[in-house]
């Protein structure tokens, strides 16, 4: 009986769904090769609409294609506020359960979603949205056909690199991985919008420390240990600098495309020079932790 239920739910719900509004050939494209997703497969949606049986949403990754999911697919608990697991406007990932392309009807649920699930989900969703985003422009800036974009680049090249934002960030060095097949100026356009967007933007990175030493050495002690620290970060063949402050608190930078590494060199130079100056008595102590601070 409960099944029979949800069958007339989803019935009543089909009815109602909303008619898709004309598409723009230079902004509206699926993001991948097959028109609807796969049944088992997890999706991104936009939730528009909540009623007393279920929730309507868009497919974000097709083209805004709408789905229903009934509140018996919400959670595997019960529910006692629909609120509580889905609202108007919120993203979510959810699984496929039924797809009828002949009339355009996309069933999906929550209830079997792992947390893991959701993260690859997510960043999937953000590499697409690159892509989209990348050649969406250059569709635009030409009047050249999206889908014509993805046949000709998007779709072959994540089948040759797993992903299109993978290909394209190989692009940047190697303009051959770029499709031949394409209109000069397209073409060009394309390197031109993918070199812009992906290359590696340098960043600066920075940590306060104290340094004090109360022996006789003093200072004596402080200028060497601060040397040492900067000879550890210039190992790395990277534009480091320490610069005072105010006594006696010393800023250390350093300007690199890599942030988890330039912070690591940081961390690397701060025990360089707290080694150093408590050999000959003094003291270190971090007052910032390495941070970024703006692109260099």
Known sequence: MDDLDDWEKEEQMYDNLEV?????PFTDCRMYENEFPEIDELVMVRVTR???????????EYNNKEGIILLSNLSRKRIRSVNRHIRVGRIEVLQVLRVDSEKGYIDLSKKLIQKDDIIDC??????????????????????????????????????????????????????????EDLPDAVRADLLKIV??????????????????CFTYEGIEAIKP????????????????????FSTPVYLVFIVTPDTAHGIKTLEGMIEEIRTAIEKSGGTLKVKSEPRVIHQA
Not at 20 to 24: G, P
């Open 20 to 24: 898709q509004k004309e598409s723009n």
């Open 225 to 244: 240990a601060l040397r040492a620290g900067l000879k550890k970060g210039e190992e790395q063949d990277y534009d480091v600098k320490i610069q005072l």
């Open 195 to 212: 070199k812009h967007r992906l290359s590696v933007h340098p960043v600066k990175i920075q940590a306060d420390i104290e340094v004090q």
């Open 50 to 60: 909540v009623t007393d049986v279920g929730a309507y949403v868009m497919l974000l």
């Open 122 to 179: 997510q960043e999937r969703y953000k590499k697409s949205k690159t892509v989209h985003s990348i050649l969406s422009r250059v569709a635009q800036n030409n009047e050249f056909p999206l889908l014509e974009l993805y046949e000709k680049v998007g779709w072959p090249l994540s089948q040759k690199y797993g992903h299109a934002q993978d290909a394209f960030q190989a692009m940047v060095q190697d303009e051959s991985i770029c499709p």
